[in-house]
Nanobody, 125 residues
């Protein structure tokens, strides 16, 4: 499976951005597409994930109410809609496909994901 992110950029505090993750060569048994982020001062952390077949979504507490993870099954694209952005959201954002360990839900643990995109930078000032 191949994943390509786009949509990063610079935005002021309180602004919005929408990241895109286009997925191709989708492999069974992968069930989830997740968004992760990493900054120079923090370890990689899971932000949001979607269970591809049902559309169930999962969020880290730090982004609940601000981020959503809609998907477009026709375009094979998963988005990360980010609103009310804060400087602490500054990071490189990656999308990833999970290894299919779990049925019916997604984790936000990077070790459960096996295919990664190249990342897109988000800067909030």
């Amino acid at each position: 499976v191949q994943l390509v992110e786009s949509g990063g950029g610079s935005v002021q505090t309180g602004g919005s951005l929408r990241l895109s993750c286009t997925v191709s060569g989708y492999d069974y048994p992968s069930n989830c597409i997740g968004w992760f982020r990493q900054s120079p001062t923090k370890e990689r952390e899971g932000v949001a994930a979607v269970y591809y077949r049902t559309g169930s979504t999962f969020y880290d507490d730090t982004v609940k109410g601000r981020f959503t993870i809609p998907q477009d099954n026709v375009e094979n694209t998963v988005y990360l809609q980010m609103n009310s952005l804060e400087p602490d959201d500054t990071a490189m954002y990656y999308c990833a496909a999970d290894k299919g360990y779990y049925y019916g839900h997604c984790t936000l643990t990077s070790g459960d994901f096996g295919h990664w995109g190249q990342g897109t930078q988000v800067t909030v000032s």
